[in-house]
């Protein structure tokens, strides 16, 4: 991405910035809030760009390219650098193996590097059987009735981690699509077991200052009975496995309606917020653009996590990752936007009057509480997340930035095409 570019677009925009952050730092002071306080910690927020969120996903049956989409972790790594290099908080980028897999992890890094990006959890797949593997995953892998196919899944755990330890990341994702889909498949008990005892050999191998994030899911592909649904069995299987496992919370893994919130409140009470894939939903597991149908929802997420933090400040550290399936936009618009969208809940929680909160509440002054969030909630903070961009080197206006960069038809003119009718999410 030009560095020229943007300096220009920024140049068109900046006086009605600096005019409008000004207008809202006045507004915030007469409430006793620092403007450049806050937008002090936006610009420290940082959030992950998932490898597989800059290629085209769409649905479960078919998915429509676009010209100059990355066709392999390079490509993808390019396209991360320009979301990086326009919003300014999404320095590292979290890779899916054996997706993102090459022969040399340490040539991997040092491409990285010169991008100026870094690598944050890694992500294991036994939910797809791959062309090369000896045993298929079709009825499970960590939970499979046959020790080969538990061995071989925690192998490929194994894996995942010294390629991450090459690449400099400090985190391993794990989900699995285990379950069933009829009544009498499966022990469920049994499977539970199993789980834990493969969860366990890979424990054991993660090194000292490493965590395990234990992500759950509702349901799909397992529609019946999933072996890790919710955040009540993600918990108890970290409290079992020790200190190093915490639970991944993806926001689109729930029941409609469930309080995610609470959730997030439960589970850094008692240590085991590990952290986020943020997305959105409007039925299920959609892996909407953050913040697109319910952005009400993320910011309460965080104002729990800002009371969290305010609660454990040395025992607070989350890792934020971006989930998303693009289908029907260009991958790194909807990235730009979702990352801007998380910056704003956190942006808007860190402007809620906690000690008035905590009054109202002490007081059961219902309504009171509520208008102190959504007072918050209100507060336009696009000026905040506009000027922390522009003081960390980024653009003003993300789309407009890249629009005006032509980065998809330059890459359209080099990069080898994806086949139309490919199938499924990636």
């Known amino acids: 991405m030009p560095r020229a570019l943007i300096e220009e677009e920024n140049a068109r925009r900046l006086v009605a910035l600096e005019d409008e952050y000004e207008s809202l730092g006045r507004a915030l002071d007469r409430r006793g809030v620092a403007i450049a306080a806050v937008k002090d910690k ?6 992950a760009v998932p490898s597989w969120g ?16 990355p066709t392999n972790i390079f490509e993808k790594l ?56 000896a045993q298929s995953y079709k009825f499970g ?24 330890e090459a690449l400099g990341s400090r985190a391993l994702t794990v989900w699995i699509a285990d379950g069933a889909n009829f009544p009498g498949q499966s022990d469920m008990t049994a499977a539970l077991d199993r789980y834990l005892d493969s969860m366990a050999r890979i424990y054991a191998r993660l ?41 991944l919370v993806d926001l689109g893994h729930h029941a409609p309606n469930v309080n995610i919130e609470q959730i997030v409140a439960r589970l850094a009470r008692f240590g085991k917020l590990g952290g986020f894939h943020f997305n ?27 009371a969290a933090e305010q609660r454990d400040p040395a025992g607070f550290n989350p890792a934020y990752m971006l989930d998303q399936s693009h289908n029907v936009t260009d991958p790194i618009e909807s990235l730009l ?22 009054e109202h509440q002490r007081a059961n002054d219902v309504i009171m509480g509520f208008n102190t969030l959504r007072r918050a909630y209100d507060t336009d903070v696009a000026p905040i997340l506009a ?28 990069r080898k095409p994806v086949a139309a009718g490919s199938a499924g999410i990636v």
């Open 280 to 306: 959105d939903s409007k039925y299920g597991d959609d892996d909407l653009d953050a913040g697109s149908i319910n952005p009400h929802q993320l910011f309460l997420v965080f104002n729990e996590l800002i």
């Open 207 to 247: 090194p000292d200052d490493w965590r395990m994030f234990i992500e759950h899911k509702l349901y799909e592909p397992a529609f019946y009975s999933t072996v890790v649904s919710d955040w009540g069995t993600s918990v108890l299987c970290a409290q079992t496995l020790g200190e190093k496992a915490q639970c």
């Open 54 to 69: 800059v290629g085209v996903g769409g649905t479960r049956f078919a998915k429509f390219p676009i010209p100059g989409e």
């Open 141 to 164: 892998s960590l939970t499979h009735a046959d020790a080969g196919v538990r061995d071989q899944a925690v192998q490929h755990n194994i894996d995942c981690i010294e390629i991450g």
């Open 337 to 358: 936007n979702s990352a801007g969208a998380v910056a704003g809940a956190y942006a808007r929680a860190l402007v809620v009057d906690r000690d008035a909160l905590a």
């Open 387 to 414: 000027m922390a961009r522009y003081e960390a080197g980024g653009a003003i206006d993300p789309i407009s930035a890249y629009r005006a960069s032509d980065w998809r038809a330059r890459k359209a003119q080099i």
């Open 78 to 133: 390019e396209d991360c650098a320009v979301i990086q290099a326009l919003g300014r908080n999404t320095p590292t980028v979290s890779p899916h193996f054996p997706w993102d897999r090459v022969d040399d992890p340490k040539a991997l890094k040092a491409f990285a590097d010169d991008l100026g990006l870094g690598f944050d959890a890694v992500n294991s797949n036994t939910f797809q059987d791959q062309p090369s593997q």
């Open 42 to 47: 936006v610009k420290a927020f940082a959030v």
